[in-house]
C-alpha cells in the first residue's frame, strides 16, 4: 500500500530499528517542502545513528496532494495517517513555524513523546491581527504583494547561499494554499482562534508533554516569562541571527538539540489522547 492509498502524506523515511529512541516527526513550514530539513538530517545520521525520522510533505506543499481543508486540526490528523502508515511509535513532533502548532495539536491529541517549535511565537494575537488585515489582499489580486511582507520578515538573505537554494522563491508560493492554510485565522474571531491555541497549550501542560522552543534570535524576558507561566518546563535555545530558519542556519547545533530529545520520557498520562 502507497502512503496516498493510505490517507497518508508523501515523506521520506529514514529507517532505523526501534529501540527506545522516540521517532522524529519533521515537519516544515508553510509554502516550503521536506527539502528543508536536509542540511539538520545529514548532521543527524553522524550524531544520532539509526534513529527513526519521518519528513513529510504537508497537504499541497510538495509532493503532496491539495486537500479540502487546510485547518490545524485536519493537517495534524493527515499528519497521524501517516506516522500510523509508517508503523512508528509515539514520535517528538518537530514543527517549523505554523507548523509547530500543527506539533502541538498532534501532541495534545495523540501519543507522543514532545513538541520541538522551531520559531513559533504562541503569543499568536499580533499575528492574527496582521493576517487579519491583509485578509483581501491575501485572496485577492493583491496577493504577491501581501506575501513578500511575510517573505521579508524570514529573512532569508541571512542564510548560507547553499540552505537559500532549498527554500523555494516566492514565485512559486501558491496563493490558494496560503490561504487556505490561513483560513482560520482570517474567518474565526480573534479570541476564538486565541482561545483554541490556548486550549492546546493548557492540554500539553496537562499531560506533562516534554517541550523545547528554539528560536532563531534573542528571546525577550517578557516572552520567556510568558512561556513559562504557561508551559513550566519549556526549554528554550537560541541559535541567533538565523532569521526564521535556525534549523538551516547552524543545522549542527540545530541536530544537537533533536538527538537530545532521545532521551525525552513518555509523558505521565494522557488526557483523552486517541
Known sequence: MTASEAGALQADIVEGTPDGRPPLVLLHGLTFDRAMWRPALAELSRIDTGRQILAPDLPGHGDSPPWPDYDIESVADAVHATIRWARLDPPVLVGHSLSALVAMDYAARYPARGVVN???????????????????EIRGGGFAKAWQLFEDSMHIETLPASARRLLRPVSDVRQEVVAGYWREAMDRPAPEFA???????????????SYLFVAGHPVEIDYLDWLSQRLPGAAVQVLPDS???PQLAHPKRFAEYLAATARWAAPARRDGAA
Open 118 to 136: 522551531v520559531d513559533a511565537w504562541l503569543d499568536i494575537e499580533p499575528t492574527i491581527a496582521m493576517v487579519k488585515s491583509l485578509a483581501g
Open 195 to 209: 482561545a483554541r491555541v490556548a486550549s492546546i497549550i493548557a492540554r500539553l501542560r496537562a499531560n506533562q508533554v
Open 243 to 245: 532569521g526564521h530558519f
